[in-house]
């Protein structure tokens, strides 16, 4: 079974710390509160927030951007703008072809204006070890019994 753990522990705090140096910050993942119009009591864990929370970033691995992955990260976006006080909101994303289809995303307006898309460069071995993951996980998807309906 592909390990999703593998994601959590090892391709995001690499991409945190190419992001750190990139930024010139200090990043962690962490929950902030939301405010719809000022208002509410909500709060959505974010992968990577600066130590004074003026910078957020979701990070994303995704090596295309199907439905279900493209609408995880616009809603992502929608959330890192009801965040008070932050002045850089980033989705990071380790893939150029998932940067280009975002950037078309934003310039068509259907993610919020002044989001910044950031490519992480990923060292070669993660990559390699992220591709197996993924091969994985596919692998795993297509061996699922199809149950039959009446």
Not at 62 to 79: E, P, S, V, Y
Request: charged share 25%; hydrophobic share 45%.
């Amino acid at each position: 079974m592909a390990n999703s753990h593998f994601i959590k522990s090892r391709v995001e705090p690499a991409m945190r710390e190419i992001l750190e140096v990139k930024l010139c910050v200090r990043l962690s993942e962490r929950a902030m509160p939301l405010r719809w119009d000022g208002q509410g009591t909500g709060s959505f864990k974010f992968d990577a927030v600066s130590e004074d929370g003026t910078v957020l970033a979701c990070l994303s691995t995704a090596r295309n951007l199907k439905a279900g992955q493209k609408h995880k990260l616009m809603r992502d976006a929608t959330f890192m703008w009801l965040v008070p006080g932050v002045k850089r909101r980033i989705l990071a994303v380790a893939d150029n072809f998932v940067a280009v289809a975002l950037g078309i995303e934003l310039t068509g307006g259907r993610l919020p204006p002044a989001t910044e898309i950031e490519v992480v460069a990923l060292p070669e071995v993660l990559l390699v070890e992220l591709d197996a993951f993924y091969r994985t996980a596919v692998d795993e998807v297509r061996r699922v019994p199809k149950v039959e309906s009446n």
